[in-house]
């Protein structure tokens, strides 16, 4: 079973930068497909970014293409999100999921990390 936990979040001032890690702990970690979601205050749960298992599909909601990058370091058991010219709508907890083999849907998450973006 792969347990999930995320860093990297902050406070950041707008245009601003930050890169939030999530790192895995169990087997198989280079056979999920993992992905970051978010969710702010009122707001539903949102999905942003994943990248499949070998790192050939990645997909970017509309809200965040263009300035958010996700990657993955099997090596190290963790993927990454890169957040570029942040924007106040962007404060949320952020959240990475793993998504087994064969399935259609996140199935473990991690605990989320803040990020305050200040205008």
């Given at each position: 079973?792969?347990?999930?936990?995320?860093?990297?979040?902050?406070?950041?001032?707008?245009?601003?930068s930050l890169r939030l890690s999530c790192?895995?702990?169990?087997?198989?970690?280079?056979?999920?497909?993992?992905?970051?979601?978010?969710?702010?205050?009122?707001?539903?749960h949102e999905f942003l970014t994943s990248?499949?298992?070998?790192?050939?599909?990645?997909?970017?909601?509309?809200?965040?293409?263009?300035?958010?990058?996700?990657?993955?370091?099997d090596a190290k058991s963790t993927v990454?999100?890169?957040?570029?010219?942040?924007?106040?709508?962007?404060?949320?907890?952020?959240?990475?999921?793993?998504?087994?083999?064969?399935?259609?849907?996140?199935?473990?998450?991690?605990?989320?990390?803040?990020?305050?973006?200040?205008?």
């Amino acid at each position: 079973q792969v347990q999930l936990v995320e860093s990297g979040g902050g406070l950041v001032q707008a245009g601003g930068s930050l890169r939030l890690s999530c790192a895995a702990s169990g087997r198989f970690f280079s056979t999920y497909t993992m992905g970051w979601f978010r969710q702010a205050p009122g707001k539903v749960h949102e999905f942003l970014t994943s990248i499949s298992w070998n790192g050939d599909n990645i997909y970017y909601a509309d809200s965040v293409k263009g300035r958010f990058t996700i990657s993955r370091d099997d090596a190290k058991s963790t993927v990454y999100l890169q957040m570029n010219s942040l924007k106040p709508e962007d404060t949320a907890v952020y959240y990475c999921a793993a998504t087994p083999p064969s399935e259609s849907r996140p199935r473990i998450w991690g605990q989320g990390t803040q990020v305050t973006v200040s205008s």
